[in-house]
Nanobody, 120 residues
Framework: QVQLVESGGGLVQAGGFLRLSCEASGRTFSSYAMGWFRQAPGKEREFVAT????????YYADSVKGRFTISRDNTKNTVYLQMNSLKSEDTAVYYC?????????????WGQGTQVTVSS
């Protein structure tokens, strides 16, 4: 069982930046691929980014490529999402997830989410 707790959300102006963190419980963090997803009001949840077990492999949705960076620190059981050049369309609840296979889906554990609001 893995428990995930996100933090770092908030209100930011367009063009600004935020860094989200997701801390995982347990001693097996490094055996999980991690992902970030988001859900805007009235929309389905969508994939944002994923990172493999070691942190050496990452993959992004086209909508955030070049602006967002996913990283992880296995010594701190934490995955990060650095979000730069934020746009109003990035406004959403952001969720982190843990799974056995890195990718756009098939995640087993989810956090409760953190709200990101970008004002234009």
């Amino acid at each position: 069982q893995v428990q995930l707790v996100e933090s770092g959300g908030g209100l930011v102006q367009a063009g600004g930046f935020l860094r989200l963190s997701c801390e995982a419980s347990g001693r097996t963090f490094s055996s999980y691929a991690m992902g970030w997803f988001r859900q805007a009001p009235g929309k389905e949840r969508e994939f944002v980014a994923t990172i493999n077990f070691s942190g050496g492999g990452t993959y992004y949705a086209d909508s955030v490529k070049g602006r967002f960076t996913i990283s992880r620190d296995n010594t701190k059981n934490t995955v990060y999402l650095q979000m730069n050049s934020l746009k109003s369309e990035d406004t959403a609840v952001y969720y982190c997830a843990a799974g056995r296979i890195p990718g756009r889906d098939n995640y087993d554990y989810w956090g409760q989410g953190t709200q990101v609001t970008v004002s234009s």
